[in-house]
C-alpha cells in the first residue's frame, strides 16, 4: 500500500454573502449556505434530517469543463475546492461558483443548467496548484435594484487580480477599478506562482478584504503577505496591513485562510500564517510580529485592535489554516459572550473574546525543548489552551507502534525509538524529528462547523504522524510541494544552508506506523470545552495498490470542510474515497453516503429552492494526493 499524504497546504473555506453579523444567522440564502463571513458552515434548513437523510439521491450533475478545455499538465495541477453560493432572488437567485481556473459560473439552483459564464483568462505558470475556493457577495445599499452592480459578486484571480461583477449577469463592474479590475501591488512581481490568491475576498459595510497565498517554504525571505483593502464600489485603496511590519530576515505572514468579519462591531479577523522559511528561523530574530496569530483590525481603517499569537518562533509550518468561526460563547453567568474559535494546526482551539482578545478558556505558555541547530533561538514556551482538549494527541511511543504483523510493527518501534521526540514543538534538528500534528494538520483549510442550539463544533482532523529533517544543503530546487508516493518531500530553503525533509512515519508495508484512525471527526462542546463524540473519518480502500469491494474505516487524510444543519444533520466529503457522507451531529453515527466520481476536497453547502432543500458538493479532486481527477458539481435532494 502506497500512502500518499500532504505535507505543505496553501488553502481556505469558503465565504459567503456578506451581510451584518446580525443578519447573517437568519438570512434566506447566507444562512442555507456552506460558509461565510463568520465562519460557521450552518444552514438553517431542516427538510433533510436523521430520520430521512438515506433517500437522498442525485438532484442534478454539473461539468464546468475544466477536464475537456484544459491542457492534462495543467488540471493534474488543479483541486476542485469551491463551495458555491446561493444569491437572493433580488440578485437573480443564481448558484454561483468558480472552477480552479478562477472563471465565475452561475447555475439555474434548481436544474444545475448554467445560466452565464465569466472568464477572467487568468495566468498560468508556477509550481503551485491551482485553486479557487469561492466567490463572495455584497449589495450596494440604496433600493434600486435595477441598477447595474447593485449586487455584486468579487473574485481573487489566482494571477492576483481582484475582479467585481455584476451579480445578474456576470459582467465586470466597469466603475470598480480599471473596467472592473485591480491589479494587486504584488501582481507581476515575483515568479508565476510565488504569490497567488485562493480564498475569496471579504467584504462588508463597503470594504473589500484580500489575503494572499505565499511560496514560503523555499526562500529565507519570501514574498510579504500583506493584506489589502479596497472601497467596494469604485475600488479605491483604503487600507493595507503588513502581519511582519518592522521585521527583517523574513517574509510570509501571510493570510492563506479565509477571512471572518464582524460588521456589526466594524472589525475583521486575519488568520496569519508563518514566517519564511517555515523551518527555520535564525535569520529572523527578535520576534515574528504579527505571524501565527488571530489578528484584528478595524473594517474602516485597519487599525490593529488586538492580536493573539498561537504559535511563538514557528520552526513547524504551524500556520493558521482555517477561518476563524465567530459565535455567542455562554457566559458564566448566563451572559453571551461574542466569541471567536480559532482551529489549529496543531488540533488546538483557541476561543477567544473577539472584542478583545481575552481567551475564554485559560491558555497556558509551557515550556518546550530548545533547539540544537545553531544560531536558532527557538521560543522557551509555547501558548497551550487548557480547554478543549487536543483533538490529536501529540504523544507517540516505541510502544505506541503499530503494524499488520510482528516483523512491520517491529520495524515501526525501531523508527519511533530513533525520532528526536520530545513532545509537540520539538524543534526540527539534523536527527529526524517527530511531526505530529504534521503540517497537514490537525485542523486545516476545511475549518469546523458550528451547530447554535448545541454549541456544538463539528472538525476534522489529520492523525498521521510525519517526521521532519533539517540536511545541510546548499541552494537548490524543491522537489514538489507534497509527498509522492514512495519518496520523502524535500524543501530547498534557499539562503539557509539546509534542506527539510518530510515523510509520512510508515511502516515498509506503507502503512503510517500509528493505530487507526489516519484521519477523524470530532465534535466539541464549546459550552463546557469538551468532547461530545470522535469517530473514523474516511476509508483506506481505494489506496493500496488493488483497491477492495469493501469499506475499511480507518480513516484517510482529509482536506475540505462540512456543513451542519439545524435538524441535525452534519455533510462532509474531505476524504481519499470519493464519498460524501451524512452523520447525525449529536452522536457521530454514519447516516448517509455516496460515491462520487473524485474525491471531494471541499466544503459541501445547502439552501432551499421552490420549497426542496438541496445539498451541493463539489467532486473535482485534488492535486495532492495523486488520485483521481474531476470537475463535477453534485446536487442532492430527496425524493
Same mark, same amino acid.
Given at each position: 500500500?502506497?500512502?500518499?499524504?500532504?505535507?505543505?497546504?496553501?488553502?481556505?473555506?469558503?465565504?459567503?454573502?456578506?451581510?451584518?453579523?446580525?443578519?447573517?444567522?437568519?438570512?434566506?440564502?447566507?444562512?442555507?449556505?456552506?460558509?461565510?463571513?463568520?465562519?460557521?458552515?450552518?444552514?438553517?434548513?431542516?427538510?433533510?434530517?436523521?430520520?430521512?437523510?438515506?433517500?437522498?439521491?442525485?438532484?442534478?450533475?454539473?461539468?464546468?469543463?475544466?477536464?475537456?478545455?484544459?491542457?492534462?499538465?495543467?488540471?493534474?495541477?488543479?483541486?476542485?475546492?469551491?463551495?458555491?453560493?446561493?444569491?437572493?432572488?433580488?440578485?437573480?437567485?443564481?448558484?454561483?461558483?468558480?472552477? *480552479?481556473?478562477?472563471?465565475?459560473? $452561475?447555475? /439555474?439552483?434548481? =436544474? @444545475?443548467?448554467? &445560466? +452565464?459564464? %465569466? #472568464? !477572467?483568462?487568468?495566468?498560468?505558470?508556477?509550481?503551485?496548484?491551482?485553486?479557487?475556493?469561492?466567490?463572495?457577495?455584497?449589495?450596494?445599499?440604496?433600493?434600486?435594484?435595477?441598477?447595474?452592480?447593485?449586487?455584486?459578486?468579487?473574485?481573487?484571480?489566482?494571477?492576483?487580480?481582484?475582479?467585481?461583477?455584476?451579480?445578474?449577469?456576470?459582467?465586470?463592474?466597469?466603475?470598480?477599478?480599471?473596467?472592473?479590475?485591480?491589479?494587486?501591488?504584488?501582481?507581476?512581481?515575483?515568479?508565476?506562482?510565488?504569490?497567488?490568491?485562493?480564498?475569496?475576498?471579504?467584504?462588508?459595510?463597503?470594504?473589500?478584504?484580500?489575503?494572499?497565498?505565499?511560496?514560503?517554504?523555499?526562500?529565507?525571505?519570501? *514574498?510579504?503577505?500583506?493584506?489589502? $483593502?479596497? /472601497?467596494?464600489? =469604485? @475600488?479605491?485603496? &483604503? +487600507?493595507? %496591513? #503588513? !502581519?511582519?511590519?518592522?521585521?527583517?530576515?523574513?517574509?510570509?505572514?501571510?493570510?492563506?485562510?479565509?477571512?471572518?468579519?464582524?460588521?456589526?462591531?466594524?472589525?475583521?479577523?486575519?488568520?496569519?500564517?508563518?514566517?519564511?522559511?517555515?523551518?527555520?528561523?535564525?535569520?529572523?530574530?527578535?520576534?515574528?510580529?504579527?505571524?501565527?496569530?488571530?489578528?484584528?483590525?478595524?473594517?474602516?481603517?485597519?487599525?490593529?485592535?488586538?492580536?493573539?499569537?498561537?504559535?511563538?518562533?514557528?520552526?513547524?509550518?504551524?500556520?493558521?489554516?482555517?477561518?476563524?468561526?465567530?459565535?455567542?460563547?455562554?457566559?458564566?453567568?448566563?451572559?453571551?459572550?461574542?466569541?471567536?474559535?480559532?482551529?489549529?494546526?496543531?488540533?488546538?482551539?483557541?476561543?477567544?473574546?473577539?472584542?478583545?482578545?481575552?481567551?475564554?478558556?485559560?491558555?497556558?505558555?509551557?515550556?518546550?525543548?530548545?533547539?540544537?541547530?545553531?544560531?536558532?533561538?527557538?521560543?522557551?514556551?509555547?501558548?497551550?489552551?487548557?480547554?478543549?482538549?487536543?483533538?490529536?494527541?501529540?504523544?507517540?511511543?516505541?510502544?505506541?507502534?503499530?503494524?499488520?504483523?510482528?516483523?512491520?510493527?517491529?520495524?515501526?518501534?525501531?523508527?519511533?525509538?530513533?525520532?528526536?521526540?520530545?513532545?509537540?514543538?520539538?524543534?526540527?534538528?539534523?536527527?529526524?524529528?517527530?511531526?505530529?500534528?504534521?503540517?497537514?494538520?490537525?485542523?486545516?483549510?476545511?475549518?469546523?462547523?458550528?451547530?447554535?442550539?448545541?454549541?456544538?463544533?463539528?472538525?476534522?482532523?489529520?492523525?498521521?504522524?510525519?517526521?521532519?529533517?533539517?540536511?545541510?544543503?546548499?541552494?537548490?530546487?524543491?522537489?514538489?510541494?507534497?509527498?509522492?508516493?514512495?519518496?520523502?518531500?524535500?524543501?530547498?530553503?534557499?539562503?539557509?544552508?539546509?534542506?527539510?525533509?518530510?515523510?509520512?512515519?510508515?511502516?515498509?508495508?506503507?502503512?503510517?506506523?500509528?493505530?487507526?484512525?489516519?484521519?477523524?471527526?470530532?465534535?466539541?462542546?464549546?459550552?463546557?470545552?469538551?468532547?461530545?463524540?470522535?469517530?473514523?473519518?474516511?476509508?483506506?480502500?481505494?489506496?493500496?495498490?488493488?483497491?477492495?469491494?469493501?469499506?475499511?474505516?480507518?480513516?484517510?487524510?482529509?482536506?475540505?470542510?462540512?456543513?451542519?444543519?439545524?435538524?441535525?444533520?452534519?455533510?462532509?466529503?474531505?476524504?481519499?474515497?470519493?464519498?460524501?457522507?451524512?452523520?447525525?451531529?449529536?452522536?457521530?453515527?454514519?447516516?448517509?453516503?455516496?460515491?462520487?466520481?473524485?474525491?471531494?476536497?471541499?466544503?459541501?453547502?445547502?439552501?432551499?429552492?421552490?420549497?426542496?432543500?438541496?445539498?451541493?458538493?463539489?467532486?473535482?479532486?485534488?492535486?495532492?494526493?495523486?488520485?483521481?481527477?474531476?470537475?463535477?458539481?453534485?446536487?442532492?435532494?430527496?425524493?
Amino acid at each position: 500500500m502506497n500512502w500518499t499524504v500532504v505535507v505543505a497546504v496553501s488553502a481556505a473555506a469558503l465565504f459567503g454573502p456578506t451581510l451584518s453579523f446580525a443578519d447573517t444567522a437568519s438570512s434566506p440564502w447566507t444562512g442555507m449556505g456552506g460558509g461565510d463571513i463568520i465562519g460557521r458552515h450552518h444552514s438553517t434548513a431542516t427538510q433533510i434530517t436523521p430520520s430521512n437523510v438515506a433517500q437522498l439521491k442525485p438532484a442534478w450533475v454539473f461539468r464546468t469543463g475544466d477536464q475537456s478545455r484544459e491542457a492534462p499538465e495543467l488540471t493534474k495541477q488543479t483541486s476542485g475546492q469551491a463551495t458555491p453560493l446561493l444569491l437572493p432572488p433580488e440578485a437573480g437567485e443564481h448558484l454561483v461558483t468558480c472552477t *480552479p481556473f478562477s472563471r465565475v459560473i $452561475a447555475l /439555474d439552483p434548481g =436544474t @444545475g443548467v448554467q &445560466r +452565464w459564464e %465569466f #472568464d !477572467p483568462q487568468a495566468e498560468r505558470g508556477g509550481k503551485r496548484g491551482y485553486r479557487c475556493r469561492g466567490v463572495s457577495y455584497w449589495r450596494e445599499p440604496g433600493p434600486d435594484d435595477t441598477k447595474t452592480c447593485h449586487h455584486r459578486l468579487y473574485i481573487a484571480v489566482h494571477d492576483r487580480r481582484l475582479i467585481a461583477l455584476d451579480a445578474k449577469d456576470g459582467k465586470p463592474c466597469a466603475d470598480f477599478g480599471e473596467h472592473g479590475t485591480i491589479n494587486l501591488s504584488d501582481r507581476g512581481k515575483y515568479k508565476p506562482g510565488e504569490v497567488t490568491s485562493s480564498s475569496p475576498p471579504a467584504v462588508a459595510n463597503g470594504v473589500v478584504v484580500v489575503g494572499s497565498s505565499v511560496v514560503d517554504f523555499e526562500y529565507a525571505e519570501a *514574498p510579504r503577505g500583506v493584506v489589502s $483593502a479596497f /472601497d467596494a464600489v =469604485t @475600488g479605491a485603496p &483604503r +487600507w493595507r %496591513f #503588513d !502581519p511582519l511590519a518592522g521585521v527583517s530576515g523574513t517574509g510570509g505572514g501571510n493570510v492563506w485562510a479565509p477571512i471572518s468579519i464582524d460588521a456589526e462591531r466594524d472589525l475583521v479577523f486575519l488568520p496569519t500564517s508563518s514566517p519564511s522559511p517555515d523551518y527555520y528561523g535564525v535569520n529572523r530574530k527578535g520576534g515574528d510580529g504579527d505571524a501565527n496569530s488571530v489578528v484584528a483590525l478595524q473594517l474602516s481603517t485597519g487599525k490593529k485592535v488586538w492580536s493573539f499569537a498561537v504559535t511563538h518562533h514557528d520552526l513547524w509550518d504551524y500556520d493558521l489554516p482555517a477561518q476563524p468561526i465567530l459565535f455567542d460563547w455562554p457566559g458564566p453567568n448566563g451572559e453571551k459572550i461574542p466569541a471567536l474559535a480559532q482551529l489549529t494546526k496543531q488540533s488546538f482551539t483557541f476561543v477567544l473574546d473577539r472584542r478583545t482578545g481575552k481567551p475564554l478558556f485559560d491558555v497556558v505558555e509551557k515550556p518546550v525543548p530548545a533547539s540544537t541547530i545553531p544560531g536558532e533561538q527557538s521560543s522557551p514556551t509555547q501558548p497551550f489552551p487548557t480547554k478543549p482538549p487536543q483533538l490529536v494527541s501529540s504523544t507517540l511511543r516505541p510502544e505506541d507502534a503499530w503494524g499488520f504483523t510482528f516483523w512491520d510493527t517491529g520495524k515501526c518501534r525501531d523508527q519511533i525509538a530513533a525520532l528526536n521526540n520530545q513532545g509537540l514543538y520539538t524543534p526540527q534538528s539534523l536527527q529526524r524529528t517527530l511531526l505530529l500534528p504534521g503540517s497537514l494538520g490537525g485542523a486545516n483549510w476545511g475549518g469546523g462547523a458550528w451547530l447554535p442550539n448545541q454549541n456544538l463544533l463539528i472538525v476534522n482532523v489529520n492523525t498521521a504522524p510525519f517526521y521532519g529533517q533539517l540536511v545541510k544543503q546548499q541552494d537548490g530546487t524543491a522537489s514538489g510541494d507534497h509527498i509522492q508516493a514512495g519518496k520523502a518531500f524535500t524543501t530547498v530553503m534557499q539562503g539557509t544552508g539546509y534542506a527539510m525533509v518530510q515523510d509520512v512515519v510508515k511502516s515498509p508495508l506503507g502503512v503510517p506506523c500509528i493505530k487507526p484512525p489516519w484521519g477523524a471527526l470530532a465534535a466539541i462542546d464549546l459550552a463546557s470545552g469538551t468532547i461530545r463524540w470522535q469517530v473514523p473519518l474516511g476509508s483506506i480502500h481505494e489506496m493500496g495498490p488493488v483497491p477492495v469491494p469493501f469499506r475499511i474505516n480507518w480513516g484517510t487524510p482529509n482536506l475540505g470542510g462540512g456543513l451542519v444543519t439545524d435538524s441535525g444533520v452534519f455533510f462532509i466529503g474531505a476524504t481519499m474515497d470519493r464519498l460524501i457522507r451524512a452523520f447525525d451531529a449529536n452522536t457521530g453515527k454514519e447516516l448517509w453516503s455516496y460515491k462520487l466520481p473524485a474525491d471531494a476536497t471541499a466544503t459541501p453547502m445547502s439552501y432551499v429552492y421552490k420549497g426542496k432543500q438541496y445539498v451541493v458538493i463539489n467532486s473535482g479532486g485534488h492535486n495532492m494526493f495523486s488520485r483521481p481527477m474531476g470537475d463535477y458539481f453534485y446536487a442532492f435532494s430527496l425524493p
